[in-house]
């Protein structure tokens, strides 16, 4: 169902602190709609709406509901883990609200643009912009809704003037199959979100769905073989075109790890094709100074331990990281501590064995509890057996029952100088290290 955007005035957005949703909901505050929403808790994010004129409050359920919305657009995770209000949300549709997932939210707002949609299982964050920044550097004034914060902007959107929007486009649900795209860039397929997916075939074919309904071209990771596979010798009504024949254009970047460096080559296949010369392209990415929650430097504390915070929650992304870091301190010059809270019990029980080999380039790892989000516990998997794998391998290792605990094995530790501290994970691991560092 096409919706008239010009004709919404008021929206509601459930769970407007999510990072994707609360892209939206900055849209409609910029197009001049009034805007209201609840979530279940107060965050940066929902104090930044606040302050550009959304009315939030905190909490869910229908009677939060104003009386004289058009449109509500509501997070994936409703209907599933609150299945009695989601009835209720849909019993306003007869007095004649519209209602709208993220997902399909996204697929609106794209449905009349070039859109250029950023898959993947890893790095579709930091692709979708970097794609951005260099559209924006040389003048194309794109849109963009990418699933962290800017650092230039401090913002999940920008607004553009032209008819390009770059998205991040996420696998969880086939949420991204609402997006009709005229490029499409696949990062990688791998193994994840198995609370949703069967296995990887079943992962595999909801990309290739979504490469069958893209209009232009496919750019893909041709060192990719689960990617490949879906592409090589396969009739495709658009283009497709191998981005890693772009890695010898990538320049130095100031974000370290080979996966950054893939990341970047993606964004010069983009770059080729727009015909951005690859001199404006390369200066653009030069400068690219990561987004919130990926591998971001938090600074430095008193005693000189240098401090990390990065979303890392799946074994490869884990490993890639561990390993960017490594390229910036070598084990012989600086001790690598991580902070990792494993996200959602089946990723941990599906993933077990590759995330006990994740953590080689760690001097030491601590784990906190599993953050199981939107599932219920299950007692067969914890971060403390996690710990007795891992130590196993031969690894310094050490899990805790609740943060408290981690705060306090931190703060003994007397980090220094030749320390680095890093917390990971989907989670609030972060909490941990502005508790202990304050540095935030």
Known sequence: MDIDLQKIKKVFFVGIGGIGISAIARMMLLQGKLVAGSDIGKSSITEELRKLGAQIVLGQGIELVP?????????????????????????????????QSYPEMLGQVTRAKYTIAVSGTHGKTTTTAMIGKILTDTGHHPSVIVG????????????????FFVVEACEYERSFLNIKPRMLVVTNIEEDHLDYYKNLGDIQRAFKELMLQTEDLIIYNGQDANTSTLIVGKNFKCGVLDYSKFLDKVPRLSVPGAHNRMNAAAALAVAYVLNITDGDAEKSLAVFSGTWRRLEKKGTTEAGTIVYDDYAHHPTEI???????????????????????????????????????SFKDADKVLLLPIYFAREVPDPSVSSEKLAQAIRLEGEDVQAFSDFESAEKTVLALNLGSKDVFVTMGAGEAYKVADTVFKLS
Request: aromatic share 10%; charged share 30%; hydrophobic share 40%.
């Open 148 to 163: 962290s914060l800017l650092k230039e902007s401090k913002s999940n959107l920008i607004m553009g003037k032209s008819n």
């Open 319 to 357: 490993k890639a990281s561990l390993e960017a870091l490594r390229e910036l301190y070598p084990k012989n010059e600086k001790r690598l501590t991580v902070l990792f809270q494993p996200h959602l019990y089946s990723r941990t029980k599906a993933l077990f064995d590759d995330f006990v080999k």
């Open 67 to 99: 009386k004289d919305v058009n449109l509500i657009v509501y997070s994936i995770a409703v209907p599933k883990y609150d299945p009695e209000f989601f009835k209720k949300l849909q019993a306003l549709r007869a007095s004649g609200v519209t209602l």
